[in-house]
């Protein structure tokens, strides 16, 4: 299990799916990237959110799609 964390550079907090490594989250990591480029917002995959608090404060997100809105309006 892991978190996918993006993070818009500029502004504090991020927004977390919580999911796991393979084919899938490279998958969706692409995709945001083509959409929002790496200029601006921060893709990470992290292991545990307590262990990271540069991020903080963290939005929980529970679908890909709802995660997919918030990074395209960020």
Do not use: W
């Amino acid at each position: 299990m892991c978190y996918l964390v993006a993070k818009d550079i500029n502004k504090r907090g991020c927004v977390a799916l919580k999911t796991k490594h393979g084919p899938e989250l490279v998958a969706l990591k692409k995709e945001l990237i083509s959409k929002v480029g790496l200029d601006r917002i921060q893709l990470v995959t992290i292991s545990r959110p307590s262990a990271y608090g540069e991020y903080e404060p963290y939005s929980f997100v529970k679908t890909e799609s709802e995660l997919k809105e918030a990074v395209l309006n960020m």
